[in-house]
Each structure stands twice: as C-alpha cells, then as structure tokens.
T-cell receptor
Framework: DAGVIQSPRHEVTEMGQEVTLRCKPI?????LFWYRQTMMRGLELLIY????????DSGMPEDRFSAKMPNASFSTLKIQPSEPRDSAVYFC?????????????FGEGSRLTVL | AQSVTQLDSHVSVSEGTPVLLRCNYS??????LFWYVQHPNKGLQLLLK??????LVKGINGFEAEFKKSETSFHLTKPSAHMSDAAEYFC????????????FGSGTRLLVRP
C-alpha cells in the first residue's frame, strides 16, 4: 500500500510568488495534518482536517497561508505571497485514529526555499 | 499544557554500545507518549508508544522506553547501537483537551561511530 505522497519534493521560488504544496493521504485515513519543520522552531502543527473538514487551523502563521481538502484523497497548502521566512520542510501526515494512539504516517516532505 | 523536553540535542555512540536518549514531559493530564524517528530526507516514523498500559514499552528495531511517572521521564534506550540507527529522534506527547494535537520535542540527533 502506498504511503502518504507529497509533491513537489523540492521547490525553489522567489519572494512574492505563490506556492502550492500537495498531499495524497493513505486511503481510508480520516485525519490529515500539515506540519512545518525548521531548525529554529522544530516541528509545528499548522492545521488538521477530519473527514475533509478543517478542525484546527490555529497553527497557520498568517493569512498568507491557506489549506484545503476538497476530497478524501487530496489536500493542498498554499502560500501567497511567499516570503523568505517561509523556507522550511512541510510535512503532510495522515491517520485513521490519531487520538491517543498517536500514530501518524508522514510523507517525505516538501522542502521549500524562498529566495 | 503539555510539553516535552529532550535533554540532549546530539548524542554520539560507538556501534555496538548502548543508546540512551532522554526525554522529560510535562502534562496536566494522563499523558500518551511516543518516540518518532526521522532518517535524513525522510518523513517521521513511529518507533513506539505509551498509552497507560505497561510502563516498559518495546518498539521497532530493538528500541524500548520506560514511562516513569515519579520522574516525569520517558527515556529511549537500545542495548546495542547499529550504524542504521543514525537519525533524529523526537519525543512526543499528546492528550489533554485535544489529543489529536501531538506536541513534538526539539529532537535528538544520534550519531553512530564505526
């Protein structure tokens, strides 16, 4: 069975450009999470969805960030306009019962560099 | 509020020697605790989890961790390090008002010398 699939794996863009990161969760997983990883701040939860509905977006840095999940097999994280401080690795993770079982399945990440 | 503190940012061991990665937690609820591993340029993978059953938890690849409530610790150990264990390890806590929100520690990078 395929794991969580993220694209692109690497993205280099210039400040002010729009960036769209994509995620395909594992089939049958009802929860989807977007995390950001930086050296300074470690792993931060940005937003998570349950059954395609955003449940908690309190970690989204500001209005420049938006996330959608139009169906159970696809989610996007969009940054518009991008800034150099958005440079990070963005991970998507999915889970069937994340609660106290804590098992999230992570994709390999999208490394974003904003010049 | 829940939090975890990983006491060492880097740990270096020789192949074949024991591994100890330290983690202390803070939680106002009965916590669930986890260790995740991240190999270079890869996503994170669950190593093991504690969810109020046995206090000694065994995970994959020979790792285990012991939940000690009196010390608020959840240290990760392995009797004999292998070169393939070189990676970053994250101690994680969940629970509380939203158990779906995992709180990750800052990570410990394990280096294994030949």
């Amino acid at each position: 069975d395929a794991g969580v699939i993220q694209s692109p794996r690497h993205e280099v863009t210039e400040m002010g450009q729009e960036v769209t990161l994509r995620c395909k969760p594992i089939s049958g997983h009802d929860y989807l999470f977007w995390y950001r990883q930086t050296m300074m701040r470690g792993l931060e939860l940005l937003i998570y969805f349950n059954n395609n509905v955003p449940i908690d977006d309190s970690g989204m840095p500001e209005d420049r960030f938006s996330a959608k999940m139009p169906n159970a097999s696809f989610s996007t994280l969009k940054i518009q306009p991008s800034e150099p401080r958005d440079s990070a690795v963005y991970f998507c993770a999915s889970s069937r019962y994340p609660g106290n079982t804590g098992e999230l399945f992570f994709g390999e990440g999208s490394r974003l560099t904003v010049l | 509020a829940q939090s975890v503190t990983q006491l060492d940012s880097h740990v270096s061991v020789s192949e074949g020697t024991p591994v100890l990665l330290r983690c202390n937690y803070s939680s106002s609820y009965s916590p669930s605790l986890f260790w995740y591993v991240q190999h270079p340029n890869k996503g994170l993978q669950l190593l093991l989890k504690y969810t109020s059953a046995a206090t000694l938890v065994k995970g994959i690849n020979g790792f285990e961790a012991e939940f000690k409530k009196s010390e608020t610790s959840f240290h990760l150990t392995k009797p004999s390090a292998h070169m393939s264990d070189a990676a970053e390890y994250f101690c994680v806590v969940s629970g509380g008002d939203s158990s779906y929100k995992l709180i990750f520690g800052s990570g410990t990078r394990l280096l294994v010398r030949p």
